[in-house]
């Protein structure tokens, strides 16, 4: 069954380095967000990616983030200067297309550490 | 601001019991409700609800949603030991051009053998 993958794992960075977490949808989806999950806490909607731009955005995606589809398959999510409270699990996920009645697939996720 | 609230947080139970976890919702623009386990990794999907009163089963899995009453549950029966996880209620509800799920904290649950 296709999935969702996400690169790396796990990243360890210095608070005010940047990071760019990497995922590949599933290749017949339009539709492509990023979540993330503080330790402890809910998985939080950031942003979501239609059409080589920015669907939605939510609170917590702030100047700090942004998201691109350099090429064909992969779309990313860089974080220009990272914060202690940037440390969380980063889900990937995409979906078919807006009015299918599809579900969004998620990817293993990327654990960021910042020290 | 939308809303997602499960109960109860955290469960233990015997292998072979019947176990109903609870999700009630608010939220702007409903579209759907959506139950996901997350084991060690990834949500990994379990069900879409869109229409009230009509149960969807997968094997020992079944959920229904009430739309007037805004919620809905989850049942395992027989549970197992694999069946250990966190259940993720999310609904679904539209913005501007884009649909995005707003989470529960969950609810652990925990089969002994």
């Known amino acids: 069954e296709p999935e969702v993958t996400q690169t790396p794992s796990h990243q360890v960075t210095q608070m005010g380095q940047e990071v760019i977490l990497r995922c590949v949808p599933i290749s017949n989806h339009l539709y492509f967000y990023w979540y993330r999950q503080i330790l402890g806490q809910k998985v939080e909607f950031l942003v979501s990616f239609y059409n080589n731009e920015i669907s939605e955005k939510s609170e917590i995606f702030d100047d700090q983030f942004s998201v691109e589809r350099p090429d064909g398959s992969n779309f990313t999510l860089k974080i220009r200067s990272t914060k202690l409270e940037d440390s969380a699990m980063y889900f990937c996920?995409?979906?078919?297309?807006?009015?299918?009645?599809?579900?969004?697939?998620f990817g293993d996720g990327t654990r960021l550490s910042i020290l | 601001e939308d809303k997602v609230v499960q109960s109860p947080l955290s469960l233990v139970v015997h292998e072979g019991d019947t176990v109903t976890l609870n999700c009630s919702y608010e939220v702007t623009n409903f579209r759907s409700l959506l139950w996901y386990k997350q084991e060690k990794k990834a949500p990994t999907f379990l069900f879409m609800l869109?229409?009230?009163?009509i149960e969807k089963k997968s094997g020992r899995l079944s959920s229904i949603l009430d739309k007037k009453e805004l919620f809905s549950i989850l049942n395992i029966t027989a549970t197992q030991t694999g069946d250990s996880a966190i259940y993720l209620c999310?609904?679904?509800?539209?913005?501007?051009?884009?649909?995005?799920?707003?989470f529960g904290k969950g609810t652990k649950l925990s089969v002994i053998p």
């Open positions: 999310a609904v679904e509800g539209s913005g501007a051009g884009s649909y995005q799920l707003t």
């Open positions: 869109t229409s009230s009163g």
């Open positions: 996920a995409s979906s078919e297309f807006l009015y299918s009645n599809q579900p969004q697939h």
